[in-house]
């Protein structure tokens, strides 16, 4: 049974009745937030909720085994809520809960063995190797010594070969690219085989290949290890398809919460992102340009050209319709990229390729 509950802090919930904070097989496991408001201290006096909420009253909840992303619109708070989930900032008000457990009442040891972290804060390796900097993960499991043992180094190279660097282990950890540097960072968090881990960005310098495997490993890691991954992220359309949870902020800072599915038929997904120029289709998932069409044009094409003639089309400002164009303006496709036009004069232009056909139609 599903329920949607809107409380009186405007955040919005999809969720199941009778859910608990746990996630399979791990009761009471993940992330949760209480009454929780986050934002800047001010220079008055140090007192619980004294400063400037960006946005109070969460009760959230990211479920063990579950990847939960974060989304919202640039200056919603993504970034302010996820460092003060990670206890970098105080709360103003409520709490933060890892496995049921307080965390500004967790000790710092504690913590480091049950929550990892990955910023988008620029990084100094040294002179470490990218192995070392990876093994900077074992620190919270390895004592005061630091030294690794064979299970610690284990865990190192495994954690290597999950994001794709195993190849990268023995360069110096400065000589990486922006992106080869982020997959490390990530290796360093699961290395420290946490119970929760937030990540702020990891995709941002990864190429698209790459955003998407990083992605998927994420989901599995969460599914196969148990582990709560919450993600903040402005790939929006790829969270949307990876994604078990979504937590959005919307423009007037309300939190909405649900699977992807949930949001994008609440409307919540467009209420967010729409833009003057900008529409969510919440039939394909995916954003298209709003513009109106200065013209109406008859397309010929057999079903899987359709839908790139429909795009080329309406980059020129042409929509496509189902019966004939006014003045007969008509696109035939004639196969192997060959394409007949038929102006608005009734003038019949035979044309090669997309890039000639938008060439052509601009001068309607």
Request: net charge neutral.
């Amino acid at each position: 049974m599903t329920d949607t509950i809107s409380d009186t802090t405007g955040n919005t919930t999809a969720g199941h009745v009778g859910d608990t904070a746990g996630g399979p097989g791990r009761p009471g496991g993940g992330l949760a937030t209480r009454g929780l408001a986050v934002g800047y201290r001010t220079r008055a006096p140090r007192r619980r909720g004294a400063g400037r909420a960006v946005l109070s009253g969460l009760d959230l909840r990211a479920r063990a085994g579950e990847l939960t992303v974060l989304l919202g619109p640039n200056g919603a708070g993504k970034s302010t809520l996820l460092r003060t989930l990670c206890g970098l900032l105080p709360p103003l008000d409520g709490r933060v809960l890892i496995g049921g457990g307080d965390l500004a009442r967790t000790p710092p040891a504690a913590l480091a063995r049950r929550l990892a972290v990955v910023l988008t804060d620029r990084v100094d390796p040294g002179l470490l190797s990218v192995r070392e900097l990876a093994g900077l993960g074992r620190h919270p499991h390895t004592g005061f010594t630091g030294r690794l043992t064979a299970a610690d180094r284990a865990a190192v190279e495994w954690s290597l070969e999950a994001v794709g660097a195993g190849h990268l282990a023995d360069r110096p950890a400065a000589e990486l690219s922006d992106g080869e540097r982020q997959r490390v960072l990530t290796a360093r968090a699961l290395a420290q085989e946490p119970e929760v881990v937030l990540l702020d960005e990891p995709t941002a310098f990864l190429d698209v290949p790459s955003r998407v495997a990083l992605t998927v490993l994420l989901r599995d890691l969460a599914r196969d290890r148990g582990l709560t991954v919450v993600v903040s992220t402005h790939d929006l359309e790829l969270a949307l398809r990876v994604a078990d949870a979504v937590w959005l902020v919307d423009h007037d800072r309300r939190v909405h919460t649900g699977a992807p599915e949930d949001l994008i038929r609440s409307g919540a997904v467009a209420g967010a992102f729409d833009a003057d120029h900008l529409a969510f289709d919440p039939v394909s998932g995916t954003f298209g340009l709003r513009r109106t069409a200065r013209a109406d044009v008859a397309v010929d094409a057999p079903a899987d050209v359709l839908p790139l003639l429909e795009r080329a089309l309406a980059r020129e400002g042409l929509a496509v319709t189902g019966g004939s164009g006014p003045a007969g303006t008509r696109v035939s496709w004639d196969g192997a990229d060959r394409l007949t036009l038929t102006g608005p004069d009734g003038q019949v232009v035979p044309v090669r390729g997309f890039h000639e056909l938008t060439r052509t139609v601009r001068t309607w």
